[in-house]
């Protein structure tokens, strides 16, 4: 089993696994021919699948062979660990990545080279004072040319074929909804606004005013925040096939939403269609276009947290389409841009979201 | 009676923050030692294996020093007078805001600091004014506890082995180590010099993937300043050790100097800026992995004669000067819920002092906070939160506090806008009745 190449697009895997370590600690990561793919499945909250071409993150000299078909690898792999690994690559001459063993444990090994770091300024000078020694450090500013090898061990576990094979992606309906989100800053900005609303009765313990603090005390149970991530305030999410998003937030105390218009509902790709043409026009997406008012909207309810978290993956820069299966689920289809990736427009993230009951 | 008084220029109340925020990494408490022409601050960590200790030299760090003791040893020389002081107590002082406005600019003018201990005064105090501009002045009074200061036994004519390089450098590697990881290994072998950031820890099978970054780092002897350290022998410490160091060291932009023999002999590390001596005793750990070669025996080690410190390798071989005179004055009296150090004694109960507590998040320090992106995208924390939020104003309600009395200044702001807890606050050094108010005579 052996795995090994040079990392072309570092700031982009960065990224990746920075979003991805939002909502898990552990990825499986699936390495093969052509694809290298992270899911990510917490207990509780939404999964990731992404897909990505092996061109968009490695080098050419990507090298991988084992005895499984097409040479696929499974790592279970701790995104934390791996983001900080890569993240002193951010700035290196060269950097690559290998399968190896030390002590019979599995590891993920970056190699990294550096420029070795130069001290500007007064330090400088010191090197000055001795450049009749030193003829090789005479400049200042440019001590040579010399560099810095790093290396960063990541432990991770190999993962046996089997221990895969039960794992798929989640399958949905149907959605009766798709959407290109606003810009995620803003929806990530917005989204946490309302997150810390519904959080905040919480926080009003502390005031003395008797008749605040039993209103404060319904509301506190009401949210029941105190659980796990699962129990946090809830979004509601809604979205029509007229280019409309709203989102918003209600507790006892207030309720809050925002509205965005003028989105473009993409067209469906009639050959990605059950049924092609025919297909299409019985797809639940055709009727609701048809519908106005109320009743042409599809709604989701999610966790405000793990909403907010999802987000993160804004700074990866993609387009994102939001699929909206009514009370059942939201998903995201997170569209790569091919200029900060090395290439390979089949490089896609898919988060689903599963919605709260009513 | 003992008399210590000295004056700091602003840039030197910075240097003194920046001491004192090194040190909080090591023990809650700052050890003073005066003498006639220097001061010196140090804490020694809970476990005794790491030292830490700043010499300030009287005549170029302060604006003025003086020392006058009230004591003499048996030999005729003036006995150095020696105390504790809390260090959030010292830390909230020398804040950083407090200290470098909004600005960028100093509000300070002058910090003045005087003791003066006379054994017929039942209340002896530590006095730090501090003159600010637009007439400001802020007055602090903390009370302290006379103790011994051990110091660690560490010859460096035993010491082989040295190097130096710029903090900077070292600053840079330390932020591609793993934020959990425990110990620090630095091996020579063939002109080339690796550092290990690793941990040592047996794992378990199911939490192979909790285990942390190992991290190595290799440069060549020439990017040392100076470099004369025998073929494949480890040194190894301890990295939050490391890391506190080499952040101190960058903020003066100094180049550390190493200086060790051989595993589980102590290390130091040292640097000199501005009139501060900064120096760092370290117990090295036993053998990393592989063994280091044996010691060269052409190595002169004149402390050999003396019995071998068995215990260097549990905790830093400890010197408690016991000079101490006869004629010392007696520790201040301490009534029960008055002094600041019974009153922290009375709420942490445990029979050890709990660990040092950094005033920066520790982590925060090296998986840098300014990282942008991570800012921006990653999960926000809504419990820690605190701008910009509506919240009832409950502290007029409550009944006054006396850490907020502390500060005779005209305003509270330093103390008011600090993220402490209760426990953090500074207790009261007077009683109530003790205060005069403006017009009482």
């Known amino acids: 089993m052996r795995f090994k190449s040079s990392i072309k697009a570092t700031n982009a895997f960065i990224k990746l696994t920075g979003s991805l370590s939002l909502l898990g600690k552990i990825a499986w990561m699936r390495l093969d021919n052509d694809q290298v793919r992270f899911t990510v499945i917490p207990e509780q909250g939404t999964q990731v699948w992404a897909v990505l071409s092996i061109d968009s993150i490695f080098e050419d000299d990507y090298t991988i062979q084992s005895a499984a078909g097409n040479n696929t690898i499974n790592l279970e792999v701790p995104l934390g660990p791996l983001n900080r690994a890569l993240k002193s690559a951010q700035n290196s001459i060269s950097a690559s990545i ?150 918003g937030i209600r507790t006892d105390a207030l309720t809050v939403q925002s509205k965005w218009s003028g989105l473009s509902n993409p067209e469906l790709d009639p050959n990605q269609v059950e049924g092609g043409d025919a297909g299409l026009a019985n797809h639940p997406s055709t009727r609701m276009r048809n519908l106005e008012g109320e009743e042409s909207w599809a709604t989701v309810r999610v966790e405000g947290r793990d909403w907010g978290r999802v987000l993160g993956v804004g700074r990866m820069g993609g387009r994102v389409v939001a699929c909206f299966c009514h009370d059942k689920a939201l998903i995201l289809y997170v569209y790569l841009p091919s200029d900060e990736l090395g290439g390979g427009e089949d490089s896609v993230l898919t988060y689903y979201i599963q919605s709260y009951a009513a | 009676m003992t008399t210590l008084e000295f004056t700091l220029s602003p840039e030197a109340a910075i240097r003194i923050h920046d001491a004192v925020s090194c040190l909080a990494k090591f023990n809650e408490n700052v050890g003073f030692e005066a003498s006639r022409d220097k001061l010196t601050i140090n804490a020694l960590n809970s476990s005794k294996t790491s030292s830490a200790s700043f010499t300030l030299q009287g005549n170029t760090f302060f604006q003025s020093y003086r020392f006058a003791s009230g004591a003499r040893l048996p030999n005729g020389a003036e006995a150095p007078w020696t105390c504790s002081i809390l260090n959030k107590a010292l830390l909230s002082i020398f804040k950083d805001r407090v200290i470098v406005s909004s600005e960028g600019e100093s509000s300070v003018e002058r910090c003045e600091v005087s003791v003066q201990e006379r054994p017929d005064r039942t209340q002896c ?169 044996a010691p060269a025996s052409n190595v002169i080690r004149p402390t050999l004669s003396r019995p071998p410190t068995r215990q260097s390798a549990q905790g830093l071989a400890l010197q408690e000067i016991r000079e101490q005179t006869v004629n010392s004055m007696p520790p201040p009296p301490q009534p029960v819920g008055r002094s600041f150090s019974q009153m922290a004694s009375q709420r942490t109960t445990r029979p050890s002092p709990p660990p040092p507590k950094a005033s920066v998040n520790e982590e925060s320090l090296f998986v840098p906070d300014d990282d942008e992106e991570d800012r921006v995208w990653g999960a926000r924390n809504y419990e820690e939160e605190d701008e910009g939020e509506l919240r009832w104003e409950s502290a007029r309600s409550t009944t006054i506090s006396f850490g907020k009395l502390q500060s005779n200044s005209t305003t509270t702001r330093g103390y008011e806008s600090a993220p402490q807890s209760e426990e953090g606050r500074i207790a009261p050094t007077q009683r109530m009745s003790q205060i005069k108010g403006l017009f009482d005579d």
């Not at chain 2, 660690?152 to 590697?173: M, S």
């Open chain 1, 98 to 247: 290998r399968l190896t063993k030390k002590d019979n444990a599995p590891l993920l090994s970056l190699t990294i080279v550096i420029p070795t770091p130069v001290v500007s300024g007064r330090a400088l000078s010191h090197v000055d004072n001795q450049s009749q020694h030193h003829p090789d450090d005479g400049i200042p500013g440019n001590p040579g040319l010399r560099e810095t090898t790093i290396t960063q061990d990541v432990a991770v576990r190999v993962l046996p074929a089997a221990a895969v094979e039960g794992i798929h992606e989640p399958r949905s309906p149907d959605p009766e909804v798709h959407i290109l989100l606003p810009p995620l800053m803003q929806l990530k900005a917005i989204s946490e606004r309302f997150t810390k609303l519904g959080l905040a009765p919480l926080r009003g313990g502390a005031s003395t005013n008797t008749r605040t603090s039993s209103f404060i005390d319904q509301n506190t149970n009401q949210v029941g925040l105190q659980g796990g991530s699962g129990s946090g305030p809830r979004l509601e999410i809604s979205a029509n096939m007229h280019g409309e998003l709203r989102i």
């Open chain 2, 125 to 293: 105090r530590f006095g730090i004014k501090i003159f600010c501009r637009h007439g400001v002045k802020k007055i602090y009074k903390l009370t302290y506890e006379p103790i011994q200061i051990p110091r660690p036994l560490f010859d460096p004519r035993t010491c082989r082995n040295r190097w130096k390089i710029a903090a900077y450098v070292l600053k840079t590697f330390s932020e591609f180590f793993g934020p959990r990881a425990e110990n620090l290994d630095m091996f020579h072998d063939d002109g080339r010099v690796t550092f290990t950031c690793y941990t040592e820890k047996i794992v378990f099978k199911d939490e192979v993937l909790k285990q942390p970054l190992h991290t190595a780092i290799t440069l060549e002897t020439a990017d040392f300043e100076e470099f004369d350290v025998e073929d494949k022998v480890h040194a190894g410490i301890s990295v939050k050790d490391f890391k506190a160091i080499i952040l101190h060291a960058e903020t003066l932009k100094a180049s550390i100097s190493a200086l060790y023999s051989y595993p589980t002999r102590p290390m130091q590390l040292s640097y000199t800026e501005n009139g501060m001596q900064c120096e760092f005793t370290l117990q090295t750990l036993g053998e990393f992995r592989g063994s280091s070669v």
